[in-house]
């Protein structure tokens, strides 16, 4: 499975960010997607996951201002951020979990960078 992400860049505190990624390969019809982050000198936190069948799961410091949502029949899964705060200043990086015959297995992708300025 190769996951691509894209949309990361700069943004003023208070705008509005959308991150966009896409599956492709050996994708089970039962998986999970997600969008992990990782900022400078902290531990990698998931944001946000959406399953197959479409529930929602965010980290507290997003809710109410981050919505996940993904497109199965293109396997893509996109990050709307909005009220863009310092803090969400990260390597994003999305995810896909395939949950097949009992076995669950995790992909990354390459990480897409999102500056904000204060």
């Known amino acids: 499975v190769q996951l691509q992400a894209s949309g990361g860049g700069l943004v003023q505190a208070g705008g509005s960010l959308r991150l966009s990624c896409a599956a492709s390969?050996?994708?089970?019809?039962?998986?999970?997607m997600g969008w992990y982050r990782q900022a400078q000198g902290k531990q990698r936190e998931s944001v946000a996951t959406?399953?197959?069948?479409?529930?929602?799961n965010y980290a507290d410091s997003v809710k109410g201002r981050f919505t996940i949502s993904r497109d199965n029949d293109k396997n893509t899964v996109a990050l709307q951020m909005n009220s863009v705060k310092p803090e969400d200043a990260a390597v994003y990086y999305c995810t896909l979990t395939n949950h097949r015959y009992g076995v669950n297995k995790s992909y990354w992708g390459q990480g897409t960078l999102v500056t904000v300025s204060s």
């Open positions: 390969g050996s994708i089970s019809r039962i998986n999970d």
């Open positions: 959406i399953t197959s069948g479409g529930y929602t």
